[in-house]
């Protein structure tokens, strides 16, 4: 898949000439460890159960990602998009990805933006695969990370920001609010600070808050009400 070309807001424009150079300090915590062992009990169980009624693997459909001996499945429930990656060869489950929904930002940003979770088999690991389905994701939705990552999951961040734009955003006040490509290690340390990769005909300015922080922050007055039953003056 060819990288896409998204318009970007001024702000931004130093981005595309400097992306590269920068790259090193896109970093954040990278915390989260995934026992290799139990994802792959909890993927054969996954697979064991494919035919069974219910069966997550049960209500899928195929989906057009080209990578041999891999078959790609889909399933959308609540506007969260789950892509179960099969193992043809081999008859056993690699991996999948849940595009969940963000209860930090409210309906107006909701169908734009998208937080993936994956578990992939230690073997099916940096093959492509993730990179496959995230962009698949990126075609669209844009991505915002977690809290925290796993080194994997830094490390195709990383790979997916060299050909999609990548920068550091806070989830504030239901709204997602621009840091900037290059943020201090502090601010980068933040539970409430995470990455953005910017999908297929999204902008900033579609991600941009109604609302500066200081107005965001600040309680709306509550509308003054006439009371009809209070009698007026002697």
Avoid at 44 to 49: E, G, I, K, V
Avoid at 97 to 107: G, P, S
Wanted: charged share 25%.
């Amino acid at each position: 898949m060819s990288a896409l070309v998204l318009p970007l807001p001024a702000f931004l424009g130093f981005f595309i000439g400097r992306r590269h150079a920068l790259r090193p300090t896109m970093e954040l915590r990278i915390d989260v460890q995934q026992s290799p062992g139990n994802i792959e009990t909890e993927l054969d169980a996954l697979y064991r159960r494919r035919s069974l009624p219910g069966s997550a693997l049960g209500n899928t459909s195929p989906l057009p990602i080209h990578l041999p001996g891999f078959a790609f499945h889909h399933r959308e429930a609540d506007g969260e998009h789950y892509l179960y990656v099969e193992d043809v060869l081999q008859r056993r489950l690699a991996g999948y990805t849940v595009f969940n929904r963000l209860v930090e930002v409210d309906r107006r940003i909701d169908p734009l933006i998208r937080g993936p979770h994956s578990k992939y088999a230690a073997a099916y690991q940096r093959r492509g695969i993730a990179s496959a389905v995230y962009q698949w994701g990126l075609e669209r939705f844009c991505l915002i990370s977690g809290a925290r990552q796993s080194e994997a999951a830094h490390a195709l961040w990383r790979s997916l920001g060299r050909r999609y734009p990548l920068a550091y955003v806070t989830l504030r006040d239901k709204e997602v609010r621009y840091l900037g490509v290059e943020i201090p290690l502090a601010l980068r340390d933040d539970l409430e600070t995470r990455m953005i990769l910017l999908g297929r005909g999204c902008t900033f300015d579609k991600l941009r808050p109604r609302y500066p922080l200081k107005q965001a922050n600040k309680k709306r007055p509550e509308p003054r009400i006439a009371n009809i039953d209070r009698p007026g003056p002697p």
